[in-house]
């Protein structure tokens, strides 16, 4: 099914829908010409995806992060626990996954921070033979300071924007993430 427009308003997605469903299949006018607008802006986007990536990377960033959060933790294990906290309880192979990192490396990293008491691993209720890491209170008190420091730094940022941007933002990142992690997973809704 061919998607030939940006759909706004709960009226245009009904009004989409029954044109889904009347008009013969293949590409409309309307569509042609929005591929041209689309593959521009397409590369708009995935320029501005890849510089956001360039800058989450930047080893710097991570350190202002923890220095204003008054956190003392290798960057490589706060990434972790940051994970952990928003996706536990989780398993090695899962947060390897997520975290684009070697399985052994993320497994040895994810026994530190239980040493540390930030995390704790139990078997998984669907697989015994799984260990799934959630986080401790201790873990918690961190990712919280953390996030308080990363709202701290976003407000400079963010302090011209009106809630209305901010708001669509954070909506339309959202559904961007969530229509990508449906494609792959071969769930996508549409």
Known sequence: ???????RFLESRFRYVYHAYV???GPS???????RIAKKKLRELHGAMV???ALMNQPQRDQALLAEAGVSLDQALFRLLV????YGPIGVVELSDRAGRD??????QVAKLESLGLIDRRPSPADRRVHEAVITDKGRQMTDALDAARQRLAAPILATWSEEDFSDLVRL???FVDD?????SGTDKR
Do not use: C, K, W
Request: no cysteine; hydrophobic share 40%.
């Open 1 to 7: 099914m061919m998607f030939h427009g940006e759909l």
């Open 23 to 25: 008009r013969a299949p």
């Open 29 to 35: 006018r309307e569509f042609v010409q929005n591929t």
């Open 51 to 53: 510089d956001l990536i």
């Open 83 to 86: 994970g952990i906290e928003r």
């Open 103 to 108: 399985y052994t490396t993320v497994s040895r």
């Open 173 to 175: 990142m959202r559904r």
């Open 180 to 184: 990508l992690m449906a494609s792959s």
